[in-house]
């Protein structure tokens, strides 16, 4: 079977954009366009940036049993979550070890859909459903479009009423352009932002009428990869790229544990009774490392990889890494002991190019009261 199984009906506007579509999560992604990725950075920072992330999976779930289901497969206290909110949320597995991230959208009283990345997100919501009066559907027709930055609002206000009024991780089922779509205040980008769900026949019109209509107030289309950029300063992970799925320890298999990633805030107060729940609590206090972030001197980006020292020891391992040309800064995202996890700790980050040093610092670089993403009006 080919790598990419899933297709986005934006396929073709995103080849005439210069990209060849990488294979993500089972989709051909535009990960490369045919122009600097500075602009798109830059343009969600300041106005506005649309992006196809139709390589997220889409699981409604359905049926007397589906909040127990999510329940069961998540951090959330899903009795929170009324029709119209989302929630972040995590899954593990029975060592309680980080699997997958998502993000729970209650659509009524019995219905949900789960949007989740590239880990076994859905072989868990799958395990959780089993002997369950409940139904799982995998939906490949719903797209999302990301709209995100600053006057992404603006540009919505236009055509949707009640779009000022919609609070951060809350949703709406409404029109855009005159189609069905679910519009939801999340993103993932630091900034105040929309996700527009709609059907894969519609996801072109909407795509174009944006970008035309937009043109004027600097709102462009973005590659996937811009996020890169976006997520450093943000702290926004991205499995398997910060995870010991791609940074193995030396002797013991891969998984990461909430308290080790900073994800310890998406477990409800509380809450038991989620897979892994027992031993999650059990590791508390047990890290091995913590995600922390490192600023660089000079202008050039750590390498993706890249090995931390401290005194001439390896101390840890860069994951993600940018120069921001707003704040004339480079950062990044790393994999650090824990001792070494403290705020102006000295280190060496040593690229193929050479060494640069440079100090950890706590994360997110951007925005860390999230003043932006929760404005009101």
């Given at each position: 079977?080919t790598?990419?199984?899933?297709?986005?009906t934006?396929?073709?506007?995103?080849?005439?954009?210069?990209?060849?579509?990488?294979?993500?999560?089972?989709?051909?992604?535009?990960?490369?366009y045919?122009?600097?990725?500075?602009?798109?950075?830059?343009?969600?920072?300041?106005?506005?940036?649309?992006?196809?992330?139709?390589?997220?999976?889409?699981?409604?779930?359905?049926g007397?049993?589906?909040?127990?289901?999510?329940?069961?497969?998540?951090?959330?206290?899903?009795?929170?979550?009324?029709?119209?909110?989302?929630?972040?949320?995590?899954?593990?597995?029975?060592?309680?070890k980080?699997?997958?991230?998502?993000?729970?959208?209650?659509?009524?009283?019995?219905?949900w859909?789960?949007?989740?990345?590239?880990?076994?997100?859905?072989?868990?919501?799958?395990?959780?459903?089993?002997?369950?009066?409940?139904?799982?559907?995998?939906?490949?027709?719903?797209?999302?479009?990301?709209?995100?930055?600053?006057?992404?609002?603006?540009?919505?206000?236009?055509?949707?009423?009640?779009i000022?009024?919609?609070n951060?991780?809350?949703?709406?089922?409404?029109?855009?352009f005159?189609?069905?779509?679910?519009?939801?205040?999340?993103?993932?980008?630091?900034?105040?932002?929309?996700?527009?769900?709609?059907?894969?026949?519609?996801?072109?019109?909407?795509?174009?009428?944006?970008?035309?209509?937009?043109?004027?107030?600097?709102?462009?289309?973005?590659?996937?990869?811009?996020?890169?950029?976006?997520?450093?300063?943000?702290?926004?992970l991205?499995?398997?790229?910060?995870?010991?799925?791609?940074?193995?320890?030396?002797?013991?298999?891969p998984?990461?544990?909430?308290?080790e990633?900073?994800l310890?805030?998406?477990?409800?107060?509380?809450?038991?009774g989620f897979?892994?729940?027992?031993?999650?609590?059990?590791?508390?206090?047990?890290?091995?490392?913590?995600?922390?972030?490192?600023?660089?001197?000079?202008?050039?980006p750590?390498?993706?990889g890249?090995?931390?020292?401290?005194?001439?020891?390896?101390?840890?391992?860069?994951?993600?890494?940018?120069?921001?040309?707003?704040?004339?800064?480079?950062?990044?995202?790393?994999?650090?002991?824990?001792?070494?996890?403290?705020?102006?700790?000295?280190?060496?980050?040593?690229n193929?190019?050479?060494?640069?040093?440079?100090?950890a610092?706590?994360?997110?670089?951007?925005?860390?009261?999230?003043?932006?993403?929760?404005?009101?009006?």
């Open positions: 079977m790598a990419s199984w899933r297709f986005s934006l396929a073709d506007r995103h080849r005439a954009l210069g990209s060849k579509l990488e294979d993500w999560s089972g989709m051909g992604t535009a990960w490369t045919d122009k600097d990725a500075d602009e798109e950075y830059i343009a969600i920072r300041t106005k506005a940036g649309l992006m196809d992330v139709s390589g997220l999976k889409k699981v409604h779930i359905t007397p049993h589906a909040s127990h289901l999510i329940d069961l497969a998540t951090t959330r206290d899903v009795e929170k979550i009324y029709p119209g909110k989302s929630a972040y949320a995590c899954m593990l597995n029975e060592a309680g980080f699997t997958d991230d998502c993000i729970l959208y209650r659509t009524g009283p019995n219905s859909m789960v949007v989740h990345g590239s880990g076994t997100g859905h072989e868990e919501l799958q395990r959780a459903a089993i002997g369950r009066d409940v139904s799982l559907r995998f939906d490949d027709n719903l797209h999302d479009l990301s709209l995100q930055g600053p006057t992404a609002v603006d540009y919505l206000a236009k055509h949707v009423p009640g000022r009024d919609l951060y991780f809350h949703h709406m089922q409404t029109q855009l005159g189609f069905p779509v679910m519009i939801s205040r999340t993103g993932y980008t630091g900034e105040r932002g929309y996700e527009i769900f709609c059907r894969g026949q519609d996801a072109g019109t909407i795509w174009d009428r944006i970008l035309d209509e937009g043109k004027s107030a600097g709102i462009i289309p973005c590659r996937f990869t811009t996020l890169d950029m976006l997520r450093v300063e943000s702290y926004l991205f499995y398997p790229y910060d995870n010991s799925q791609k940074y193995p320890f030396e002797n013991e298999g998984g990461d544990t909430l308290w990633l900073g310890d805030f998406t477990v409800s107060p509380g809450k038991t897979r892994g729940a027992e031993e999650h609590y059990r590791l508390k206090g047990k890290e091995r490392f913590k995600i922390f972030g490192v600023l660089l001197d000079g202008k050039e750590a390498d993706e890249a090995p931390v020292y401290r005194d001439g020891k390896k101390v840890g391992v860069v994951t993600c890494a940018m120069y921001s040309q707003l704040v004339k800064k480079s950062m990044g995202i790393a994999r650090l002991d824990v001792d070494c996890a403290v705020k102006d700790t000295e280190l060496e980050i040593r193929k190019s050479g060494s640069i040093k440079a100090t610092q706590p994360l997110p670089f951007d925005d860390p009261k999230k003043t932006k993403r929760t404005a009101k009006g």
